[in-house]
């Protein structure tokens, strides 16, 4: 047995509070909770909060509550690195009285300057010997000269660099601030951090955090026991890209968790999305309970390929989870839309009666929450809201005036139930030559105000026959009156 298999598994999501979040962010933070709750290991909220110009509360609070919603909950956090400043003092303390970092005054027109003609960008060692005092300015780590640091990858192998390839990079501000490399090593020691798993993009950062790691525990820094002594296992994730194949983007791209909630996707279609970004199942399937994800995942099968973030796929998978709701789930996830203050008609009006005997008519036809609010807008407004394309299309046709007049007529005589009016309706279609679909196109504008909806008759007899026929009758009105014979 490995020493990674003898210790319970402990993984961070260390997110920055710097904006939305980012649904690459949430992807890495399933990733780890599903990693931590398939091998009874802890998962841990981390937020790394040190960049006080950038870092604003409320994103961490949307952090939280986005977790929340998608039902992963850290065991531990949030910690937050803006509260462990003297943990930080304490490291950049014992590594700088190790030797193993120096102090630098470099501006940076000044090595730009000497390093202008060097073949490979960088610092160029210019303080290693001058023995600045530990004040006079930012302090870098010396890097070994010789020799390879080497990251052992889950998903991604044995990634080798030379550390002639690794500048001594900057550890602390001249500010005297610790920067993130520091900072999340001695958190990851400090907490017994026992897998990494992040995105690719901080794969190129991991042999200096290694560096770090190996010095510090040189020195004898971190708890004392032995979790200090073990390096954790790393995973980088694969990117997550757009339909070009290009990194998905704050600025070009839909990526915040935050709007696709708003927009009306359910915590389990999206979680169940994510985790499709870069793993698969054995068997191939796709729409997975969360058991049923947590059994399968394992780390070892994340792809290493960049995964195609797809609004349409996700939007599909959204319907299906809709559509497997019961009838009171379904009527609990629409409750934000059909609601004051959201709801588009006055909160009087609504009779959620009404609306659960239209719910299952509903669940069939949306993709998204925020359309359940169009789809029966019509039985709760005293009006409906006639959608100016839809009327366009049956004021247009020569046929809308007799087809209205029929209706209008056999409406008032005929049973109001379900089957008879569906009956009615096809009897004055077939009178005017033509199918039941193009007949009650118009009769369904004239009392749903637009050309698709829950299904019409159901519709017609839960809005009784007063108010059908006073729809029909304005329809009507705004057509003029008949022509001459």
């Known amino acids: 047995m490995s020493d990674f298999e003898e210790r319970r598994p402990r993984v961070r999501f260390a997110p920055s509070p710097t904006g939305y979040f ?51 909950v850290p065991d531990e956090g949030p910690y937050h690195q803006s509260e462990r400043s003297e943990r930080y003092a304490e490291a950049i303390d014992a590594l700088w009285d190790a030797g193993v970092l120096y102090a630098c ?58 550390n002639v390839s690794i500048e001594d990079f ?35 950062s991991t042999p200096k955090g290694l560096l770090l790691w190996d010095e510090l525990v040189r020195t004898g820094f971190g708890p004392d026991d032995s979790r200090v002594a073990l390096m954790p296992a790393f995973a980088h994730l694969p990117m997550l890209v757009n339909e070009r194949r290009q990194k998905l983007s704050k600025r070009r791209d839909p990526v915040a968790v935050e709007s696709y909630r708003e927009e009306g996707y359910v915590p389990g279609a999206m979680r169940n999305y994510l985790a499709l970004l870069g793993w698969s199942h054995p068997e191939g399937r796709e729409i997975l309970s969360v058991e049923e994800m947590v059994d399968a995942f394992r780390l070892e099968a994340v792809n290493h390929a960049p995964a195609f973030f797809d609004v349409d796929k996700l939007r599909w998978m959204n319907g299906e989870y ?49 359309e359940v609010p169009g789809m029966v807008d019509f039985l709760f407004l005293e009006e409906p809201e006639v959608d100016v394309q839809s009327w366009a299309a049956v004021a247009a046709d020569e046929a809308t005036p007799a087809i209205l007049d029929a209706a209008f007529a056999a409406y008032r005589e005929c049973a109001w139930e379900e089957g008879v009016l569906h009956a009615v309706t096809r009897e004055l279609g077939e009178s005017a030559g ?16 637009r050309r698709v909806g829950p299904p019409l008759f159901e519709s017609m007899a839960l809005l009784g026959r007063e108010v059908v026929l006073e729809r029909i009758a304005a329809a009507r009105g705004r057509l003029g009156p008949p022509h001459a014979s």
């Open 22 to 72: 980012h649904v690459g962010s949430a992807r890495t933070a399933l990733y780890n909770w599903l990693f931590a709750r398939g091998t009874g290991g802890t998962f841990i909220l981390r937020i790394e909060d040190t960049d006080i110009e950038r870092n604003r509360e409320e994103w961490t609070t949307g952090i939280v509550a986005a977790l929340e919603w998608l039902d992963m």
């Open 105 to 162: 005054d470099c501006t940076r027109g000044e090595l730009e300057a000497r390093t202008k003609d060097d073949p490979t960008p960088g610092y160029d060692g210019f303080c290693r010997e001058r023995e600045l005092g530990r004040a006079e300015g930012a302090l870098r780590l010396r890097v070994p000269d010789e020799g390879t640091t080497t990251v052992t990858d889950i998903v991604r192998g044995e990634v080798a660099f030379p």
């Open 170 to 204: 900057v550890v602390v501000k001249s500010t005297g601030a610790p920067l993130f490399v520091l900072a999340n090593i001695v958190d990851d020691i400090d907490m017994g951090i026992t897998h990494v798993i992040r995105g690719e993009d901080l794969l190129p």
């Open 322 to 370: 809709l559509r497997a709701m019961t009838l009171d789930e379904f009527v609990t996830a629409s409750r934000p839309w059909i609601s004051a203050p959201h709801a588009p008609w006055p909160a009087e009006r609504f009779d959620e009666g009404v609306f659960r005997h239209v719910g299952p008519l509903v669940q069939d036809r949306v993709t998204l929450l925020r």
């Open 434 to 449: 033509r199918k039941l679909n193009r007949a009650q196109a118009p009769i369904r504008v004239a009392v749903t105000g």
